[in-house]
């Protein structure tokens, strides 16, 4: 399956920014999608995750209460919306499908990666 994420860029602080995650070559739908990203120096770590048919979500402590993952099947695409956006948030954020309905917040448990996209919070 190919990933072709984008929606990054730079925003200030208290802003918003929504990415989409656009999936092709697969039964995209069958799957569990989660976002992931990586800080400059830091481990990549899980934001959200959704299962195959969007019933269940799941989020970092981090994130949880300001992005919102959903998923639109017929349109093979995963969004991730992020609010009130901290410097914290910058990253080089990657979607990524899962081997399984069930989210999982572990890199291991994702077999496709998409090039990923570069969000800058500015304070």
């Known amino acids: 399956v190919q990933l072709q994420a984008c929606g990054g860029g730079l925003v200030q602080a208290g802003g918003s920014l929504r990415l989409s995650c656009a999936a092709s070559?697969?039964?995209?739908?069958?799957?569990?999608v989660a976002w992931f990203r990586r800080a400059l120096g830091k481990e990549r770590e899980f934001v959200a995750g959704?299962?195959?048919?969007?019933?269940?979500?799941r989020y970092a402590d981090s994130v949880k209460g300001r992005f919102t993952i959903s998923r639109d099947n017929a349109e093979n695409t995963v969004y991730l919306q992020m609010s009130s956006l901290k410097p914290e948030d910058t990253a080089v954020y990657h979607c990524?499908?899962?081997?399984?309905?069930?989210?999982?917040?572990?890199?291991?448990?994702?077999?496709?990666w998409g090039q990923g996209t570069l969000v800058t919070v500015s304070s």
């Open positions: 990524a499908v899962g081997r399984s309905r069930i989210i999982y917040s572990s890199v291991s448990q994702y077999d496709y």
């Open positions: 070559g697969r039964t995209f739908s069958s799957y569990a």
């Open positions: 959704i299962n195959w048919s969007g019933s269940s979500t």
